[in-house]
Structures are given as structure tokens and as C-alpha cells.
């Protein structure tokens, strides 16, 4: 039994190496090399994030402040849980330092990176916001509101793609800022005088 699970780990282990070497060489294209690694920056989303926050304060004023409140909170919980918990606690290393990987793994950003490889933060924060965003405010985007997680996908494989992390980094950082966002999502909306938006269950006319 041991064995078979030592079999059934191995093989996703060369199955997550494989996809990741897809994604990182045979994937490539020059026009994401050089869009992907400002693509998952802060920085590069800078410009959306205030745009939100001012539209947010202009149409809603104080009863905006408690869904700006809880997006941070769920940015911060689940940035915290990803850093101090969870990659402390599996400490895989990234890609781009595995020994094992170099002659295999193009690295288009300057640094590796600090810190361990599983969970991607940078996933996990994007699908935590995607997720609360799409439960809290989703009805006001209507039909395009499924572009939340588009969004964070294309942040996710931009990780990937640009070397710093694995696939299943991804993946996993995603399944949890799900369930992060779901619960921040699930908390706000309970308290109606919180509430701006109908939630995005919501039928738009």
C-alpha cells in the first residue's frame, strides 16, 4: 500500500515537472516575455486597484468603507496564511532554485524569488480577491464578471510561465484563496448593513 502511494506521488511529481516545463519553454512566446513579468506586480495593477477605490468611495462613500475593510482583510489573512502557514509548513523549493531544474527552466524575471514554492501567493491573493469580489460585488459587473477569475488565472500562469513556481503551486494556492475569499465573502454579505450590491447570484436585468 506504502508503495502504491510512493508510486501515485512520484508520478505527479514528473506529471507537475512536465506541465511546468510546457507552460515555461514549449509555451513561449516573446511577446509574454515581456508582458508576464510585470503582469503579476503589484505594480503593474496599481492604476485598477485605485480605480476601484475611488469608484467605491465616490458612489457608495461610508458604505464603502466596510467592503474595502474586508477586501484588504482578505487579502492580508490569506497572504499571511500563505507565507507564516502553509510554505513553512510544506517548504518545497521553487523551481528556479531546484537543483535539478536548471538546465530545464528559463527564469524571465531578475530574481527567483524569497521563501518557499507551494502555495503561490501570488495566486492565492488574486483568486481570494476574484472570489470575494464576485460573490460581494459580482452583480454590478453582470455578464463580465467571470473576468475575476480570468484575472487570477492569468496571474497564476504568468508564475509559471515566467519560472518561480509549479503548476500544482498554482493550483493549490487557487483551491485555497477559493476558500478564503468564499468565507470573507460569506461574512460580509451576512451583515446586511454592510451589503452595497445584491450578491452575484443575483439575476442582472
Keep these: 500500500m ?86 513553512q509548513t510544506v517548504q518545497r523549493i521553487r523551481p528556479c532554485k531546484d537543483p535539478a531544474m536548471f538546465d530545464s527552466l528559463i527564469l524571465r524575471v531578475p530574481n527567483c524569488g524569497t521563501g518557499y514554492s507551494f502555495i503561490s501567493n501570488h495566486a492565492a491573493n488574486h483568486f481570494a480577491m476574484a472570489m470575494f469580489a464576485f460573490l460581494t460585488i459580482g452583480s454590478l459587473a453582470g455578464r463580465w464578471r467571470w473576468l475575476f477569475f480570468v484575472w487570477a488565472f492569468s496571474i497564476g500562469w504568468a508564475q509559471i510561465y515566467v519560472g518561480v513556481h509549479y503548476p500544482s503551486d498554482v493550483v493549490g494556492g487557487a483551491g485555497v484563496g477559493l476558500l478564503v475569499g468564499g468565507v470573507m465573502a460569506y461574512l460580509f454579505n451576512s451583515k446586511p448593513q454592510y451589503r452595497i450590491f445584491d450578491t452575484a447570484t443575483t439575476p442582472s436585468r
Design 2 to 87: 506504502f508503495d502504491s502511494w510512493q508510486q501515485l506521488l512520484v508520478g505527479l511529481e514528473q506529471a507537475d515537472r512536465w506541465v511546468f516545463s510546457l507552460i515555461n519553454r514549449q509555451l513561449a512566446w516573446s511577446g509574454l516575455d515581456e508582458l508576464f513579468p510585470l503582469w503579476r506586480t503589484p505594480e503593474f495593477w496599481m492604476p485598477l486597484y485605485l480605480f476601484v477605490l475611488c469608484f467605491m468611495l465616490l458612489n457608495f462613500r461610508k458604505k464603502a468603507l466596510w467592503w474595502i475593510f474586508y477586501f484588504a482583510l482578505t487579502v492580508s489573512l490569506m497572504d499571511m496564511m500563505g507565507n507564516k502557514l502553509i510554505k
